[in-house]
């Protein structure tokens, strides 16, 4: 059995070990629709390859529209939110059907979106880049078709490097493979160095990697109660 594989097993869920900072500080739930805000300040706030994209974005709300909203909005029962007694400091978010997920985002989320932000009047700049996402998802890879599942994880800086992304990824894992997903994929921005040491750290690999992204994936094991 493989590293990713273990680590989506139910007895791999939850703090295995301590962690560095008390373990108590910080508390894992369901996320729920009174998160929104946190999803998408969170989602700026680790914009750019891992880092604060506030400034680099006119529009704040531009990238929590396509990377973090609509999984709270079109598949709440796989989001994951983490809190201190500051709020709400990180998520997990996906789905365990990525092409079900991409219908209702195009028959639901983003018709509004394109005609609040039209294609034709994207600038050259970064919220250009989005809005043209917006209007142009990119399409689905056939070499990542056996792993049907997506996720983003995003942690803000004071609930990073204490084992608290192992924690989220672990259990939205957990819950994607008991949904009846096969397999679970996520894109890396390769710039993103810290993100890649740490999905390889868990044991994962990347299966495809194209222009600007590298594409991590791993199958559920059958038939282990998942
Ligand atoms: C990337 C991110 C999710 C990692 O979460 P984290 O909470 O910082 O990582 P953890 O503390 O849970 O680390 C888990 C393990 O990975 C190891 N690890 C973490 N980063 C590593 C790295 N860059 N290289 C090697 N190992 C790493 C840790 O040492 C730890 O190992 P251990 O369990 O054997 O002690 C988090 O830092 C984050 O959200 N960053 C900003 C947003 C982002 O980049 N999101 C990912 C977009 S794809």
Redesign the pocket.
């Given at each position: 059995m493989t590293t990713p594989e273990r680590l989506a097993q139910p007895s791999m869920v939850g703090p295995q070990?301590p962690?560095?900072r008390a373990a108590t500080r910080f508390a894992l739930r369901a996320a729920t629709a009174a998160d929104l805000p946190a999803l998408y300040q969170i989602c700026l706030a680790?914009a750019l390859?891992?880092?604060d994209g506030s400034g680099h974005y006119r529009d704040p709300e531009l990238p929590g529209h396509l990377y973090a909203a609509p999984y709270l909005v079109l598949a709440p029962e796989s989001c994951l939110v983490l809190e201190d007694e500051a709020g709400v400091c990180?998520y997990a978010l996906g789905c365990a059907d990525s092409a079900a997920f991409h219908a209702r985002l195009e028959q639901q989320w983003l018709p509004p979106l394109r005609q609040r932000y039209p294609l034709s009047e994207a600038s050259a700049d970064a919220d250009g880049q989005l809005i043209h996402r917006l209007h142009q998802p990119p399409q689905w890879l056939p070499a990542l078709l056996p792993f049907p599942a997506h996720l983003?994880?995003?942690?803000?800086?004071r609930?990073?490097?204490?084992?608290?992304?192992?924690?989220?990824?672990e259990a939205l894992l957990e819950t994607l493979a008991r949904q009846g997903a096969a397999g679970v994929h996520?894109?890396?921005?390769p710039a993103?160095?810290?993100?890649?040491?740490?999905?390889?750290?868990?044991g994962f690999e990347v299966v495809w990697q194209q222009p600007g992204c590298l594409w991590f994936a791993t199958r559920f094991s059958a038939g282990e109660g998942l």
């Open positions: 070990k962690f560095k680790t390859a891992g880092h990180g983003h994880l995003d942690l803000l800086p609930a990073q490097g204490c084992g608290q992304g192992r924690r989220l990824l996520w894109g890396v921005d993103n160095g810290r993100a890649v040491g740490f999905y390889r750290r868990l």
